[in-house]
């Protein structure tokens, strides 16, 4: 028997806590999922080209440690639009949970409020923003949007963020029409069928609570191709929240995002579910950041599944990171549990590992790391 055979054994037989790097928690949640659901989960877009660059551009980033820091303890907290946050890794907004653990985002709300990081909730999230707000305690939490072909629908969802203490609104820009994702073409897998987002509920009523009814009338209104920047501006204006554009790869986009009222952006090509053969967000990061100029927050998701490539997108300018599937990873990991812990082993196996790195790289604070780290 291997070294390798044992550890796989041992995952399988007891879990959570012998998991050291997101791939473990991959490898057990593939285990308990429905394979459909898994595939949903993990899977990317056509060839799924910008699903695989997005890990290895981060992969083939090289660091350049700085000797003799005297660094024992890095300080990982930073703030995000004025907020403090006790680590720079927050979960993004990934919809339908519930297909990873039956507490869904209550559960990586949770989380994220226990280790005191950012938590964002799909507008396709399997539980309500009440339910999230109710159930996960005090936290910074965001609430993910698109911009729907029916601004009635908007404005009561961006009146229930604000009514349920949400503190911003990230309104994701890169999907006119969703990805076309070959997994679930061939599973025949229907995502709104197999989960139920929280938003049927407030379309039921003018479906007259006909579940079929609901789905027909969100095809009707997702996605909107036609959305332009004056829809995101309008998002702007309708609400008292801070409003960031998810989705932005291109130094044009960031300025159109600031001038239509962004006070952040996402570098993000949707985990590699939208455009097929988008670039990397770790490649198109410097450009954003030098695009904003310091005017906005730079935050970046898509891809990020180690400390040491939190390190490299914090050092090329990003705020914080967002992770996805990883999170996804531990709620399924954590099955038989809350899903609590599964989704907390995510963010710290991250956080762990992007202070080891900084410890290694000499540096003591995120504030103290810049490009030059990046070979
Ligand atoms: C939802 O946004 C998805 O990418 O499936």
Redesign the pocket.
């Known amino acids: 028997v291997t070294e390798d055979q044992t550890r796989i054994t041992s995952l399988a037989s007891d879990g959570l806590r012998d998991a050291l790097t997101i791939a473990d928690l991959e490898s057990l949640a593939r285990q308990r999922m429905d394979p459909a659901a898994y595939d949903y989960c993990a899977g990317g877009s056509g060839a799924e080209a910008t699903l695989a660059e997005n890990l290895a551009a981060f992969a083939r980033r090289r660091l350049r440690p700085r000797a003799l820091v005297g660094v024992a303890k890095p300080a990982l907290a930073t703030t995000v639009l004025g907020r403090r946050l006790e680590l720079p890794i927050g979960v993004a907004p990934v ?1 339908l949970q519930r297909l990873a653990h039956a507490e869904g985002e209550v559960a990586s709300a949770r989380a994220a409020a226990d280790l005191a990081a950012l938590f964002c909730l ?1 507008t ?1 999230a399997s539980r309500s923003m009440e339910e999230v707000a109710a159930g996960a305690g005090p936290g910074v939490r965001w609430l993910q949007l698109y911009l729907l072909r029916d601004r009635g629908v908007t404005a009561s969802l961006l009146d229930r963020a604000s009514a349920a203490g949400y503190d911003a609104v990230c309104v994701t820009v890169d ?1 006119p029409v969703a990805g076309r994702r070959h997994r679930d073409l061939r599973n025949g897998f229907r ?1 709104f069928m197999a989960g139920q987002p929280a938003l049927l509920r407030d379309l039921a009523p003018q479906a007259n609570g006909d579940r079929e009814a609901a789905l027909a009338r969100l095809d009707a209104i997702f996605p909107n191709p036609r959305a332009t920047w004056a829809d995101f501006e309008w998002v702007c204006s309708r609400t008292s929240l801070p409003v960031l554009a998810k989705g932005v790869l291109r130094r044009d986009d960031a300025r159109l995002a600031l001038g239509s009222g962004a006070r952040g952006v996402v570098v993000s090509n ?1 985990g590699g ?1 939208q455009l097929d053969r988008a670039v990397p967000s770790i490649d198109a990061l410097a450009e954003v950041v030098q695009a904003v100029a310091g005017e906005a927050e730079v935050l970046l998701d898509s891809g990020v599944r180690s400390g040491a490539d939190v390190l490299v997108a914090l050092a090329l300018g990003a705020r914080a990171v967002l992770v996805g599937r990883p999170v996804v990873w531990g709620l399924a990991a954590d099955r038989a549990g809350s899903g609590v812990a599964g989704a907390r082993r995510a963010l710290e196996l991250l956080r762990d590992g992007l202070a080891e790195a900084m410890v290694l790289a000499g540096a003591g604070s995120v504030d103290a790391l810049d490009p030059s780290f990046v070979a």
């Open positions: 919809s799909s396709f999907v995502r949707h579910r």
